[in-house]
């Protein structure tokens, strides 16, 4: 007799939230993790809640957090990304399988990045978004750059007017957090927070995180175009008035992180990534929800996948 399976069954892909109606992240620290049927099971010194798994975007671990081996099979069948958050500011990125299952996302962005005129063109597509009142139409990528360069570092001399945080330049030591200025360190953990949120929605559609198209060579190249869509808006302005509120605070960090999730929320961000992405990519707002095994052919196209096919003559006849 077969044994039964404890807990609840794996859950169907319908039955899953879709990543734009799910809550944008979750961070936790100093605590352990398990599984309690579909549920994330947290366990801290204050007690344990248990946390739908389908209704998470992104969960970012911190330290002294340790996971069971059956609440990672629960993320990876919720298409929950996870950002590993160590201790300065290091971090390592995982994610589970594409909630959508499907490579339409992914075939339009491998064929749009490998030819350099369809490339450029998204290239410039992503800095309209950012300049809606400019025409970037005719621009070459270092004239796009430069237009950018100068754009952020405004964005830096405008919000440093508005809070009255003093601004010199981004500066800060990927190994040592702690090194930096408050506003630097504030920063860094608003663009961690953007990076975590705009890895979760790339992977959870089924792109892939290391084809970019103005960055490129790292395996997150895409993941650093797409949160760039957002800095000037997010994490920038939420760095600074968390510097002007909490400049002394010697947890700055959790701090910027819980200020970005609220923005996220009231900003509806999900939402509008999910719709974002979707469009850089030459892709209608439904694309890829289906999920299609199919066998490719260099003369028939498209063929039905778990069909027993016989051998074929040159003309396609059996």
């Known amino acids: 007799m077969a044994k039964k399976q404890a807990g609840a069954k794996k859950p169907e892909r319908y039955e899953l939230g879709r990543v734009r109606d799910r809550i944008t992240f979750l961070y936790l620290e100093h605590a352990k993790l398990s599984r309690q049927d579909s549920a994330i099971q947290v366990l801290d010194e204050q007690g344990i809640v248990c946390v739908p798994a389908a209704m998470l975007s992104v969960l970012m671990l911190g330290p002294g957090v ?3 081996h059956r609440a990672m099979e629960l993320i990876g069948e919720a298409g929950l990304g996870v950002v590993w958050v160590g201790e300065r500011g290091v971090r390592q990125y995982a994610y589970g399988r594409a909630l959508n299952h499907s490579s339409t996302l992914l075939e339009a962005q491998a064929k749009l990045v490998s030819n ?3 490339r450029l063109m998204v290239a410039r597509k992503m800095y ?3 300049f809606p009142q400019d025409d970037v139409s005719q621009l070459t990528m270092q004239q796009l750059r430069g237009k950018e360069g100068a754009r952020v570092r405004q964005v830096y001399l405008d919000e440093s007017q508005r809070t009255g945080v003093a601004w010199e330049r ?3 030591d990927p190994d040592d957090f702690e090194a930096g200025s408050p506003i ?3 920063l860094t953990a608003a663009h961690q927070a953007l990076y975590g949120l705009s890895y979760s929605v790339i992977s959870a559609l089924g792109a892939s995180a290391g084809l970019g198209f103005v960055h490129t060579g790292h395996d997150l190249s895409f993941v650093y175009d797409f949160a760039d869509l957002y800095k000037a808006e997010y994490s920038i302005p939420v760095a600074f008035s968390v510097t002007e509120k909490y400049a002394e605070d010697s947890d700055i960090g959790s701090e910027t992180r819980r200020a970005m999730r609220d923005a996220f929320v009231d900003g509806k961000l999900l939402i509008r990534m999910v719709k974002d992405l979707k469009s850089l990519l030459g892709m209608t707002d439904d694309a890829g929800e289906a999920d299609v095994v199919s066998l490719w052919d260099d003369r028939l196209g498209l063929q039905k ?4 096919y016989h051998e074929l003559q040159e003309d396609g006849s059996r």
Do not use: E, I, L, P
């Open 184 to 186: 630097n360190k504030a």
């Open 66 to 68: 340790d996971v069971t």
């Open 128 to 130: 309209q978004m950012r």
């Open 170 to 172: 981004r500066t800060y």
């Open 305 to 308: 996948f778990g069909v027993q």
């Open 116 to 118: 350099k005129r369809s």
